[in-house]
């Protein structure tokens, strides 16, 4: 079976820190992505990346950022948290042609 | 854009009775149409693919089918334990980024 590991499943943080959400998948796929899952919201996209140091904005992109060193580890990092960044954070990797994602378990990030 | 809707927002079911969830789209040429189940807590878990208007796929008391504008997630004498939020989502002809619904909320009583 196909995984999708995210470090951390809960995090509290306080506001103005630099946050790092880790994510590692085992299938040497090309294509990762970060969704914040929020109630009423759904699932938005913040950042893609579609090979080793390739990258592209979401639909949410302001306040994040991404790094892609290594095809298997993608990176959610929060340049100075805030409140409003409290949400669900969800990592996915495409299974193949016509199968959707494989998503991570998800990081619930508290910023206090 | 594409867009997807999901109703209703939340289901209370009691265990054995039957429902329907839809989703209802617009996309710039479908490439599928996903239904996701998603714990509390959890990520999202893949259910189904339909790709043309007509398919059907079922699994136990799932089934699911398509239109030109929309899918139906079809529950038959449901259990306490598909209880979860039940999230569709489109593919277009683009690449493989997914557009999200707001999910439908379904808890079921025993």
């Known amino acids: 079976d196909v995984k999708v590991t995210q470090s951390s499943r809960y995090l509290v943080k306080r506001t103005g820190e630099k946050v790092f959400l880790e994510c590692v998948q085992d299938?040497?796929?090309?294509?990762m992505f970060w969704y914040r899952q929020d109630p009423g919201l759904g699932l938005r996209l913040i950042y893609f990346s579609y090979d080793v140091k390739m990258k592209e904005k979401g639909d949410i992109p302001e306040g994040y950022s991404v790094s892609r060193e290594k095809k298997e580890r993608f990176s959610l990092i929060l340049e100075s948290a805030s409140t409003n960044q409290t949400s669900m954070y969800l990592c996915?990797?495409?299974?193949?042609?016509?199968?959707?994602?494989?998503f991570g378990s998800g990081t619930r990030l508290t910023v206090v | 854009e594409d867009q997807v809707t999901q109703s209703p927002e939340a289901l209370r079911l009691q265990e054995g009775e039957s429902s329907s969830l839809n989703c209802s789209y617009t996309v710039s040429g479908l490439r599928g149409l996903f239904w996701y189940r998603q714990d509390p807590g959890k990520g999202p878990e893949f259910l189904f693919t339909l790709y043309s208007a007509g398919e059907e796929k079922e699994k136990e008391r799932l089934k699911a089918t398509l239109t030109k504008k929309e899918s139906f997630l079809h529950i038959t004498a449901p259990k306490p334990e598909d209880s979860a939020t039940y999230l569709c989502a489109v593919n277009n002809n683009a690449g493989n980024m997914l557009t999200f619904g707001g999910g439908t909320r379904l808890m079921v009583k025993p």
């Open positions: 299938m040497d796929h090309e294509n």
């Open positions: 996915a990797v495409p299974l193949g042609y016509g199968y959707g994602y494989t």
